[in-house]
């Protein structure tokens, strides 16, 4: 028994019962919040790092609500003379008071705190000779008021800060910069260098320019992106699509009715109430035949020799010869994004290839400024309803459109060429105040003339007056006395051809 109690391992316990320490953490500070959590997965391993519930909490704005004197309580009552006019009181004194010694040292530079050098203790002893000798020579040096203007005079200039970055001198000189660069790059091609790809070199060039001869009389152009394909599905492109027309459907009373109502909620409450959305709807039109579509295309190439045939033409109509095109269906607008002209060329650009370089022409890609895009399907509602039955008298469908191409008339002409000089567009309103300036100019300028005029019959008809009284006067005298004022007014006039 006693060779087993040898055997077996002693343990010594002080405490009967097991013993536990509390760790629990405190209740957080603030009610929980639910965040927004990249769904990347659990194969990215950022749910696992331990970084990745603070880099949350680092991310979130602290919510600070001061109150209404933002922490710092401001109360005039007690200041004299302050309701009068009199603000010395609450004004930094002319001339400061002296600086009490204890406070000196608050007042000392950021450089100068902190532990005191060595070298500025007079503890000569505990130091090498040769040290003190230079340590102070160069306080000596630095104490010489000649010093002090040496020191000054090789300070170097401060430059002058750099303008903001939306100032005119800077944006010239970026636009300038870039000209410079695309130059050098376009004279030295190995020095292009693609973003990404290191294996990638330049093979050809081309300019990118705008297009200001193909401005339309709006300014811009507009895009328009079917939901489904309009036609039915081919193994070949149907080029038709390249010259298709939609036309816009007028809206019925009651619709605009109702438009005209949103729109002036959102007029009165414009914080509540949204923007009613003016969508519009279009008949979609395709020419009669592929040859329709080359000959209409034709029309509109300035480089086409036979573009002012009217051979060209493939239907006759009761005007002269047309381009026929055949209605497909009603869409309606799903999806419009509307810009200004001030924004035209930020959204998206339409790009033009021009591979030929005869003068006046230049190689480059040319781009085109988008005022509005628009994301069509077919219309749904009315097709429902003629599908039920239910008709509508109002309605007018055009099943086809006979259409002929004529050049653009004086006042699209003029715009074309005001958006070629001016392509974010220019003041409408100082325009029409111009107009109606020159168009009341020649109003004033005959009741001015006419006003002269008066003015002049007036002048003369006084004039008449006083050498009619004069005439009389002339009569009533005698001989001798006409003759004495023929004399007088002899001498006078003598005296005015000496002087």
Not at 142 to 162: C, D, N, W
Not at 386 to 393: K, S
């Amino acid at each position: 028994m006693s060779s087993a109690r040898s055997g077996e391992r002693m343990v010594h316990q002080d405490f009967i019962a097991r013993i536990r320490y509390s760790n629990a953490l405190p209740p957080p500070p603030n009610p929980p919040k639910l965040l927004d959590i990249p769904n990347t997965g659990l194969s990215s391993g950022q749910y696992t790092n331990p970084g990745f519930a603070s880099r949350l909490a680092r991310e979130q704005p602290l919510n600070i609500e001061p109150d209404g004197e933002l922490g710092m309580p401001l109360d005039l009552v007690g200041m004299p003379g302050v309701f009068d006019g009199d603000e010395r009181s609450i004004q930094a004194p002319a001339h400061p008071p002296p600086v009490h010694p204890h406070d000196r040292a608050l007042l000392r530079p950021i450089a100068a705190l902190g532990k005191r050098k060595v070298a500025e203790s007079n503890v000569s002893f505990l130091r090498r000779t040769e040290y003190i000798s230079s340590l102070s020579t160069k306080r000596v040096e630095s104490s010489s008021p000649r010093a002090g203007l040496l020191k000054a005079a090789r300070k170097v200039p401060r430059r002058s800060p750099e303008p903001a970055a939306d100032s005119p001198r800077v944006i010239k000189r970026k636009i300038e910069r870039s000209f410079e660069l695309a130059e050098e790059e376009l004279n030295n091609p190995k020095r292009v260098k693609h973003p990404s790809k290191r294996n990638v070199h330049l093979v050809n060039a081309t300019p990118l320019l705008p297009d200001l001869d193909a401005f339309p009389d709006s300014g811009a152009f507009v895009t328009i992106k079917f939901a489904t394909n309009p036609v039915p599905s081919s193994s070949e492109y149907d080029r038709r699509l390249l010259t298709s027309l939609f036309k816009p459907i007028e809206r019925t009373e009651e619709e605009e009715e109702i438009y005209e109502a949103a729109l002036e909620s959102h007029t009165r409450d414009p914080v509540n109430v949204p923007k009613p959305q003016n969508f519009m709807n279009y008949d979609f039109f395709l020419p009669h035949s592929k040859t329709t579509a080359t000959n209409f295309r034709r029309k509109f190439d300035v480089d086409d020799p036979d573009r002012e045939d009217d051979g060209l033409y493939t239907h006759e109509s009761d005007m002269g010869g047309c381009f026929q095109f055949n209605r497909i269906r009603a869409y309606e607008t799903s999806q419009e994004t509307e810009l200004d002209h001030q924004t035209k060329y930020s959204n998206e650009i339409l790009l033009a290839t021009n591979d030929d370089d005869t003068f006046p022409r230049q190689k480059a890609v040319y781009y085109y400024p988008v005022l509005q895009k628009s994301t069509i399907r077919p219309q749904r509602m009315k097709n429902i309803a003629r599908t039920i039955g239910v008709p509508d008298e109002d309605e007018k469908i055009v099943e086809r459109m006979d259409v002929t191409v004529q050049d653009p008339n004086e006042d699209m002409r003029i715009a074309m060429k005001k958006y070629k000089e001016h392509p974010f567009g220019w003041e409408e309103e100082q325009e029409e105040e111009q107009e109606e300036e020159q168009e009341d100019g020649p109003e004033e300028a005959e009741e001015e003339q006419a006003q002269g005029d008066n003015d002049q019959t007036l002048r003369e008809q006084s004039e008449d007056a006083e050498g009619e009284d004069d005439g009389a006067n002339g009569r009533d005298r005698s001989p001798a006395a006409r003759s004495r004022s023929s004399e007088a007014r002899n001498e006078e006039d003598d005296e005015e051809n000496e002087e």
